[in-house]
């Protein structure tokens, strides 16, 4: 019934260590055997990717929270969504005087604007004003110190641009929430509609794991939608089952479980 297996990374896919543990690797290997198509549907960006694991393990990567779609195999963008610049600019000027923090991702780099704490990699750049940035934003990150503002103030920014879609999300291992911002009528569960099209695979017959916020429409939207036991309860509410958690290999775990129906 299935054809595919998608994937979030941070609280899912990756242990607590940022690492994927060797279940996980071998599953996905048994799993294409089988014909299943694997893909990485994540907030992040390629180098960020490319940073923490061997993408080789996908067939595809959704990155961005949905605004790209990579052929890892061929090593092309078969689809690109961006911010107009224009409106970039304007969401930085109207945030800037509550937000703590922005970074502005592209296909592969993040740039950080205000209170920028040097983590050594290579993809993270520091700027000085979004001025600075030459190419073309596919997700906007909004930082509040206080977070006890964070809903009035997704509130005003919604009011203010409607030619974008904002987001609150939270991963499940951290109580910090954030704005996101992304090209309108985007999520991770439209971009891999729109992959499915082009494998001729539907959302029913996706399995998809995840276990933060912005995990909740594709979790609803395919055909297995599995949280994480370590994810927020809000997702574990809508998701059809839940698995182990991420330190337990819960995709693999799950995996076997689906493997041993096909045989």
């Known amino acids: 019934m299935y054809k595919l297996i998608g994937t979030d990374f941070d609280g899912t896919l990756l242990n607590d260590e940022k690492k994927v543990p060797e279940e996980n690797i071998e599953y996905f290997k048994k799993a294409k055997k089988k014909g299943f198509k694997i893909v990485g549907v994540t907030g992040r960006t390629l180098e960020s990717v490319k940073e923490t694991l061997n993408i080789q393990i996908f067939d595809y990567l959704i990155l ?26 304007e969401i930085a000027n109207f945030a800037d005087n509550y937000a703590h923090q922005f970074s502005f991702c592209t296909f592969s780099s993040y740039y950080i604007y205000k209170n920028f704490i040097n983590q050594h990699l290579s993809f993270i750049q520091e700027i000085k004003s979004p001025e600075e940035i030459k190419e073309p934003i596919s997700k906007i990150n909004i ?17 203010y641009f409607d030619n974008v879609k904002f987001f609150i999300m939270q991963d499940s291992g951290n109580d910090r929430k954030w704005i996101v911002t992304i090209p309108k009528e985007l999520n991770k569960k439209e971009s891999l509609r729109k992959l499915g099209k082009e494998l001729n695979i539907s959302l029913e017959e996706m399995i998809f794991f995840g276990d933060g916020l912005n995990d909740l429409e594709v979790i609803e939207g395919v ?20 698995t182990t958690s991420n330190e337990e290999a819960g995709i693999a775990h799950f995996i076997k479980q689906i493997l041993e129906k096909t045989e």
Request: glycine share 6%; hydrophobic share 30%.
């Open 223 to 242: 055909g297995m939608g599995v949280a994480m036991g370590n994810a927020l309860e809000e997702v574990k509410e809508r998701a059809k089952e839940i």
């Open 143 to 159: 930082y509040l110190e206080d977070q006890s503002k964070i809903y009035e103030e997704l509130k005003k920014i919604r009011y």
């Open 64 to 89: 961005n929270n949905g605004s790209n779609i990579y052929d890892v195999k061929k090593k092309k963008t078969i689809y690109d969504k961006s911010i107009p610049m224009n409106t970039v600019k």
